[in-house]
């Protein structure tokens, strides 16, 4: 028998190969006007492959002010990236196409010649395979919404903000800090300044799992439904994107029927096929190579 033993060979089988898990992003978006007389909101999301963009963009400035400059700031972002060779800096892109776009909406005229002196938020994400990186100037929102999590990764642009830093410096105090906040949600950034310099976009990319969702909204779907809310009707509706942008908007109208601002989603669902399966095989086999003996 010692003998037998010394000519057990033990082999090794590795793995076959597999293919590369292919991912998937889908992208549903929806846009209401509200109670307001014109629609100022401009959104856009395409998806192609491994790769997709999307963006909304809030105008303001009354009348066409307000579309004509949500538009213009959407167009510039938009042309740019299917305009572009290879990006290898994404972050550097959207820094670079944010000031693009902040003077050409600031140059922006109306029908006798005059500048336009309207302005846009603009909030736009970019995916390439699971790198997620985004960019926010004023005070529309991005979430990232993970199993049962929520998180906005975005600061609102306003005078609240800059009242926060100088309260928490010891510049101001409560006292004043309370007598100023009827001005708080006044934007302190935005497109069309012609010097925008606050902005906040992600240098290193957030990356995605199996099954998150990116929300990207305008300011009248926060201000009309919470956090909790949001991710309530984001899970109710699953994998169906488009559903869940259309029950958002619907949802914000419904609470708040007077006074209900433009609202605007773009929802993007990040998901790898073949996933689950290499998971259960993994839990079987214990993550570890399959052994047997040959004589």
């Given at each position: 028998?010692?003998?037998?033993?010394?000519?057990?060979?033990?082999?090794?089988?590795?793995?076959?190969?597999?293919?590369?898990?292919?991912?998937?992003?889908?992208?549903?978006?929806?846009?209401?006007?509200?109670?307001?007389r014109s629609q100022e909101d401009t959104i856009f999301g395409y998806g192609s492959g491994k790769e997709a963009i999307a963006l909304v963009c809030d105008g303001m400035g009354g009348l066409s002010g307000g579309e004509i400059a949500s538009k213009a700031a959407a167009e510039s972002l938009v042309n740019a990236w299917f305009g572009r060779?290879?990006?290898?800096?994404?972050?550097?892109?959207?820094?670079?196409?944010?000031?693009?776009?902040?003077?050409?909406?600031?140059?922006?005229?109306?029908?006798?010649?005059?500048?336009?002196?309207?302005?846009?938020?603009?909030?736009?994400?970019?995916?390439?395979?699971?790198?997620?990186?985004?960019?926010?100037?004023?005070?529309?929102?991005?979430?990232?919404?993970?199993?049962?999590?929520?998180?906005?990764?975005?600061?609102?642009?306003?005078?609240?903000?800059?009242?926060?830093?100088?309260?928490?410096?010891?510049?101001?105090?409560?006292?004043?800090?309370?007598?100023?906040?009827?001005?708080?949600?006044?934007?302190?950034?935005?497109?069309?300044?012609?010097?925008?310099?606050?902005?906040?976009?992600?240098?290193?990319?957030?990356?995605?799992?199996?099954?998150?969702?990116?929300?990207?909204?305008?300011?009248?779907?926060?201000?009309?439904?919470?956090?909790?809310?949001?991710?309530?009707?984001?899970?109710?509706?699953?994998?169906?994107?488009?559903?869940?942008?259309?029950?958002?908007?619907?949802?914000?109208?419904?609470?708040?029927?007077?006074?209900?601002?433009?609202?605007?989603?773009?929802?993007?669902?990040?998901?790898?096929?073949?996933?689950?399966?290499?998971?259960?095989?993994?839990?079987?086999?214990?993550?570890?190579?399959?052994?047997?003996?040959?004589?």
């Amino acid at each position: 028998m010692a003998e037998m033993e010394k000519d057990i060979v033990t082999v090794r089988l590795f793995p076959q190969h597999r293919a590369e898990p292919e991912v998937k992003i889908e992208i549903g978006t929806s846009s209401i006007i509200g109670t307001r007389r014109s629609q100022e909101d401009t959104i856009f999301g395409y998806g192609s492959g491994k790769e997709a963009i999307a963006l909304v963009c809030d105008g303001m400035g009354g009348l066409s002010g307000g579309e004509i400059a949500s538009k213009a700031a959407a167009e510039s972002l938009v042309n740019a990236w299917f305009g572009r060779k290879e990006i290898e800096d994404i972050p550097e892109f959207l820094e670079k196409e944010a000031l693009k776009a902040d003077e050409k909406v600031f140059q922006q005229k109306n029908d006798k010649g005059e500048r336009l002196r309207a302005g846009t938020t603009i909030v736009a994400a970019i995916i390439r395979g699971n790198e997620l990186y985004w960019l926010s100037v004023g005070d529309s929102k991005i979430y990232i919404i993970r199993g049962k999590e929520i998180l906005s990764v975005c600061r609102e642009h306003n005078y609240r903000l800059t009242l926060n830093q100088q309260l928490e410096q010891g510049e101001l105090t409560p006292e004043e800090y309370a007598a100023e906040e009827y001005r708080a949600e006044a934007l302190i950034s935005y497109l069309g300044m012609g010097n925008v310099s606050l902005m906040d976009l992600n240098r290193q990319p957030f990356l995605l799992e199996d099954g998150d969702i990116v929300l990207l909204s305008s300011d009248g779907l926060y201000r009309s439904l919470s956090e909790e809310e949001i991710l309530c009707l984001i899970k109710e509706f699953g994998g169906d994107v488009q559903g869940a942008a259309d029950v958002l908007t619907s949802a914000a109208l419904g609470n708040k029927q007077s006074g209900q601002d433009n609202t605007s989603v773009v929802v993007m669902r990040y998901s790898v096929s073949g996933r689950k399966e290499e998971q259960e095989e993994k839990k079987k086999t214990g993550g570890k190579q399959d052994e047997f003996k040959k004589m």
